[in-house]
């Protein structure tokens, strides 16, 4: 490609609207251009890099036995509605002429779902693997950094299907190993580690996270034995016991204008560990106590498992004022909660003289000890984990590290294929729902992820595999005949050697044209200057910026050992798998 033909519209001043370091990158270089809210066009360098992706994740899907198929954007509602799925808030929905309901698919189990239930009667046709790669849309309500959290988005999607849970292991693993090496080719290595499965549902799952200090999720880790997970999903083990006290006798004490844990604590001079907080939570089953330390969050997720609710939510102002009697912030455990169920967690069990809140306005009770005061219905560990807590798999300490999510991958089991009576019949004769597993790899989020983990103060530093151009052949003075004839005669001879290479002869300052080579983080840069009187050119790698002069004769062999030298590092790293 010559750059006069190419269409890249640089810009020279970072955008107010970008704050991450990708985002700015990527407009600048001119891969993207907003739309709106968390909608993005893809100009041609960015379509370029999204392509290169796309291929290198069919080839390995396609090694793992998956089938590639494309299902419709546009969803009937009647599909979403048979798992209870067209509730939920990030759906976009529409209607047609006829008022009939539809949505832009999000995620497409129900769907892929359907297509199977209709055609797939007997065991002996599973296992099944489809997958597509197509857009999707969801309402998201705050969209950020640029191409990582957006409204519209490319994803491929994938969903196996199997006659039992040892078929689905079989997938899954197959699945893990399509995953990692598409990381790995793409210069990704990340990290998977046990997540939540939040909207998807099903058994286990992991996600795969790009280590970066700029990553949205918190991801906690255990250096002894290695276990890993989102923060969200992070099981905690056992925590430092408090200090041994002699327990003293209840108190109800005023505590005017005191509502929050801050306050509360201020007010009695003692620390946020020492009080525990009464949340109020209702889901479809019920409403619920949960108890937790004043220092530390609650899990939503796992306090929705531990109650065999889908989801809870913080109850709303008047149901919290008729369950304790109180207004919102004086919620506590001792005497009459009005809800279906008092959760403490695990912490509580070693907490002694503590305080809760007095189910009276400005009151709260001090001194507060379990099984004399109260006692919940059960101890669950329902917190968020963070740095410092036990492991619940060994005896070592936990750790936090910083990650962006680049996939995740389920297994989903019997949750879509009983919701949507899919089954099939099995060797003994009997009907059986199919053992069902879902895969998820955000394409378009991925150049969004390399760039804040891959760059410099000049620009992008792609891999070479989805770099928009492996090569640039940059003609420092248009109007040198010499110059002219070797830039042309090398661009032509690494194109016919199967370089994707790109002829910078643009009637520019040479000054302009290094800077956007290093922004646009093309691998290999090439330089055809006044070194042809001598029959050189320079060549260097745009991550190490080490020049080299090398013979014209010679330059083309040279570049593509350098080539072969770069992608055989990704390839040495997906082997792994």
């Keep these: 490609m010559r750059a006069t033909r190419m269409y890249f519209p640089t810009l020279r001043e970072v955008p107010t609207e970008a704050e991450m370091d990708n985002h700015k990158l990527l407009l600048r270089g001119g891969f993207i251009r907003k739309v709106s809210s968390g909608i993005y066009d893809y100009l041609p360098l960015g ?18 036995g998956a089938l590639e198929i494309l299902m419709p954007a546009l969803v009937t509602a009647d599909l979403y509605k048979e798992t209870g799925r067209w509730d939920l808030d990030v759906l976009f929905k529409l209607k047609d002429r006829k008022d009939a309901e539809y949505a832009i698919g999000f995620t497409h189990e129900e769907i892929v779902t359907d297509i199977i239930r209709k055609d797939v009667k007997s065991y ?4 099944i693997n489809l997958y597509q790669i197509q857009t999707k849309g969801r309402d998201e309500q705050r969209p950020r950094g640029g191409l990582l959290r957006t409204r519209e988005f490319i994803m491929m999607d994938a969903y196996s299907f199997d006659k039992d849970w040892e078929g689905l292991d079989i ?19 990340a990290k998977a580690v046990s ?9 286990d799952n992991q996600e795969f996270m790009l280590i970066t200090d700029q990553g949205e999720d918190t991801i906690v880790v255990c250096p002894k034995c290695g276990y890993a997970a989102n923060n969200e999903k992070c099981e905690v083990g056992e925590r430092h016991k408090s200090p041994k006290e002699d327990p003293k006798d209840l ?3 005023p505590t005017p204008n005191a509502k929050t844990i801050e306050q509360v604590a201020s007010f009695l001079k003692i620390s946020p560990k020492k009080l525990v907080k009464t949340l109020i939570f209702k889901g479809k089953k019920g409403v619920y106590a949960f108890l937790i330390g004043g220092d530390r969050e609650l899990n939503e997720s796992k306090a929705a498992r531990v109650v065999g609710e889908k989801s809870v939510k913080p109850a709303d102002f008047d149901i919290v004022e ?14 009459k909660l009005q809800v279906d169920k008092v959760i403490a967690d695990n912490d509580i069990k070693n907490m002694i003289n503590f305080v809760v809140g007095g189910n009276k306005e400005d009151h709260h009770y001090i001194n507060v000890n379990l099984n004399k005061d109260f006692t919940p219905d059960a101890f669950e560990d329902i917190v968020i984990a963070r740095k410092g807590d036990g492991c619940a798999f060994c005896d070592g300490t936990l750790t936090e590290e910083k990650g962006m999510e680049v996939g995740h991958i389920f297994k989903l089991g019997t949750v879509y294929s009983e919701g949507m009576d899919a089954k099939f019949l099995d060797d003994d004769g009997k009907e059986k729902p199919f053992i069902m597993g879902c895969y998820g790899m955000g394409v378009s989020r991925m150049p969004a992820s390399i760039v804040e983990s891959s760059h410099d103060k000049d620009g992008i530093i792609w891999p070479i595999s989805i770099a928009p151009f492996e090569a640039v052949v940059t003609l420092v003075n248009q109007n040198d005949e010499k110059q002219c004839q070797f830039a042309t005669r090398l661009y032509e001879e690494l194109t016919l050697a199967g370089v994707d290479v790109l002829l910078d002869e643009r009637e520019e300052r040479p000054g302009v044209k290094f800077k956007d080579a290093d922004l646009w983080g093309i691998p290999i840069q090439i330089v055809v200057g006044k070194g042809v009187s001598e029959n050189i050119v320079e060549i260097c790698l745009r991550r190490d910026k080490i020049k080299e002069n090398i013979n014209i004769e010679k330059a083309t062999e040279y570049v593509l050992k350098k080539k072969r030298m770069l992608l055989n590092e990704l390839n040495e790293k997906a082997n792994k798998y």
Excluded: H, W
């Design 251 to 253: 108190e109800l004490v």
């Design 171 to 189: 997938s899954y693993d197959k699945m893990y190993k399509a995953f990692a090496r598409t990381f790995e080719r793409c210069g990704i290595s």
């Design 47 to 64: 379509y370029k890099v999204i392509k290169k992706i796309e291929n290198i994740l069919r080839e390995e899907l396609d090694k793992q």
């Design 124 to 127: 002996k046709e599973l296992p």
């Design 195 to 203: 997540a939540d499965s939040g909207a998807i549902g099903g058994k």
């Design 322 to 335: 008729k369950v304790t009697g109180a207004p919102v912030g004086f919620a506590g455990p001792v005497g």
